[in-house]
Structures are given as structure tokens and as C-alpha cells.
């Protein structure tokens, strides 16, 4: 089956990249093997959590691209910027928003009871930056080995409570289940017994961010209204409910316009004539499938997503093979000590302004290939803090460049 654009990878990126070339009237097919990091580690948007909550984003993040031009976003400007995130915000309409607090980074509770900077964040997360202001009660669940209330409120100066479940439910739970529970009214019902018997005039009440995967608003109003309290989520270990929420929103979507979602299976190969590539092919033995496309677009992540890999002698990017940069072998990967900056962690696809892949030389590989999200080259988004916000506006980019070519 032939497509107009085939969208390799299912993290954020890949998901901006086929909601962009949709919207743009393209037939799109997205392949991947999981959901990338959203499952795992997204809760809210990080765009750059160096810059100062006492400053506006775009003035410090103009500030930042005039030092950083070769950084994904110097290649696209504070304006194009903003567009990206335009479009990934309209996805999600009241009541479940990603909204920024006066269009400046907030500090957000984690559940390892630290505070962390970022940009956009989920409508069942906004009251979290309230929890030094009010009296707070933090309610975690016996058997949810992933959320320590006692340790979180020792952190955030409140009272913290173990609230303890109906005997008919398993001893230990995972994040998933304790979702798929919060969205049936009778066990929200006994959360909220349960909770009424521990306040002690609190009026803001924390729980791990498991409010349910479909509709959190619903839920968290619920309790609001059952318990007189506002309520807020408290991100945790993974698997991350509200980066599940992410993905089935755009999963959704995606499918009710008509793109073909190839989800649990990895791309074998890719099939190139020359300085094209004509399509992939996905192997599920004893049957490969061949799909054709006029683009072909790279989001497969780092190591994690397996786009990229290594030995004890090289690293390379597993599909086309294009050349990293900056050329960094094992031994090089690590500084002296483990806060230094890693050099591994800057290693990525060199592309030009358009997000297709550059040589050596500078030279274009592929015409109609275009890369996307973090396995460029010029970043570092554990210390920047702005692994969404790379995949986001680097997926609306280079899928937007295709559509406009």
C-alpha cells in the first residue's frame, strides 16, 4: 500500500508528525513498536527548564536560541516554535488542557518529593503548585509500592495517609490498575469514605497521578465535589498515566481521520534507490509486509527507542545508518564524574533546516527522508529539560516541510 508520508515511531514526535501531515489532507501511515517515552516518563510538557519562572518563555528561550543556533530549536525560531505548540495544545480542549501558568516555567511536586521546571502542564496537575500555600493532605494506596505519601509530605511540609483498599482488590497494585479503578464510581466512592475519615481541615488533598487514563476531569471532579477539597495528581515511577493519556488522545485521533496506526511492530527494513527511499518493510514471520511512501519520516528515539544503537566499538543509528555527530565511540561516552555532561548525550542525526539528513560533507543523504524528536544531534535534553518539547516541534516542523514541498 502506497502512503504519502510513512511516520516511523510512536513517541511524541512521530504522533506531531502524523497529526500534522493529516491535517495537511496527506495519507499517513505511523509504525512503531511502543509508545516511546510517553508510557514512561511524560507527564507534562518540558520546553526549556533552564529558564527562570520569574521570566516569560519566549523572552528567555529567545535569548537561549541566539546562544544555541545549531540546537533543534535554532533551527526553527521563537515563532515556529510557538506554532508547534499551538498544535499540539489544540489537541486537548477543556476540560483536560496543557496550559503554562502566565506563560512562564512552574515548579511541580514529583513524587519523588522534589519540585521540577516545566512548561505546559495537565489540567489534573495545575493545583500541585499550590501545595506550600495550602494545607495539603497527600493519600497514597496500600499495596501502590510507586507513591510514599508519608515521605512526600515530610518533603512538602503537610500530613501524608495510606488509605487502605477493599479486601476484594490484589495486594499490590500497579499504577494501570489503580487508573482503570478510579474511572468506576463505586470504588470512587469508597476513596472518598476513606479520605473524608482522614482530613483534618486540609483543603487541597494529593494523589499519585492515577485519576484515570479516559477522562481525569471527570474523575477529579467527582472527588472534588464528594470530598469539598481541591484535588491535584502527583507524577510518578512509570508507567506514566498522564503520557498514556497523551498517546490515546492522539491515537484516536489519528485513526478517526483516517491514518493507518501500525502499533507493535518494528520497522525490518528500509528500502532505498539511491538518494530515496521507497517505502519499509515490516516483518511479522513468516510475512513481511512492504509499504511504499513519497517521505519517509525517522522518529525513533535514542537508545531507548532503539533508534539508536551501539557495541563495544561504534554507535549508529539502526535503520538508514546515517552518520552521527558528533562521532563519539563507547569509550568516549562518559566524562569523569556523574554530573559532568556527557558527551554521548549530544550524539544524534545533523540535518539541515528542513530536518533532512546531512553527511559528513554537509551533503544531503536523502531527499525525502526528514528526522525528527531526540535522536537529532545538537541537544541535551536530560540537563535542558526539553525532551516534549524537541519531539513536538521538531515532528510539526518536519512533517510541515514535507507537506509544503
Known sequence: MHYDLIVIGMGLSGLMAAKTAVEAGQKVLIVGKGMGGLALFSNTIDLLGSIPETMKMGEGLSAWIDDHPDHPYGKVGLEKIEEALSSFSSLFPPPYTFQSKNERNSLIPTGAGTVRPTYLIPSTLMRGGLLKEKKALIVGFKGYKDFYPQHLAERFQCRGATLPLPEKFDTEISATTLARWMEQPTFREFIVEGVKGLL???????????????????????????????????????????????????????????????????????????????????????????????????????????????????????????????????????????????????????????????????????????????????????????????EIITGYWAAKYVSTS
Open 200 to 390: 483534618k481541615g486540609e483543603t487541597l488533598v494529593g494523589f499519585p497521578a492515577v485519576l484515570g487514563v479516559r477522562d481525569p476531569m471527570k474523575v477529579r471532579k467527582d472527588l472534588e465535589k464528594r470530598l469539598g477539597v481541591s484535588v491535584f495528581e502527583i507524577p510518578v515511577l512509570p508507567p506514566s498515566i498522564p503520557g498514556l493519556r497523551i498517546f490515546h488522545r492522539f491515537k484516536e485521533w489519528l485513526i478517526q481521520r483516517g491514518a493507518t496506526f501500525l502499533q507493535g511492530y518494528s520497522v525490518s527494513r528500509v528500502n532505498l534507490k539511491g538518494r530515496r527511499c521507497a517505502g519499509i518493510e515490516v516483518a511479522h514471520p513468516p510475512v513481511t509486509d512492504v509499504y511504499t511512501g513519497d517521505y519517509t519520516l525517522l522518529a525513533s528515539g535514542r537508545f531507548l527507542g532503539g533508534g539508536l544503537k551501539a557495541d563495544r566499538n561504534k554507535t549508529w543509528e539502526g535503520l538508514f545508518h546515517l552518520p552521527l555527530f558528533p562521532p563519539c565511540p563507547p569509550r568516549e561516552w562518559s566524562g569523569s564524574s556523574f554530573f559532568d555532561n556527557h558527551p554521548i548525550h549530544r550524539v544524534g542525526i545533523l540535518t539541515d533546516p528542513t530536518f533532512r539528513p546531512l553527511d559528513e560533507e554537509g551533503r544531503i543523504v536523502f531527499e525525502n527522508v526528514r528526522i525528527a524528536g531526540t535522536i537529532l544531534s545538537g541537544h541535551n535534553f536530560l540537563k535542558e529539560k526539553s525532551r516534549e518539547g524537541i
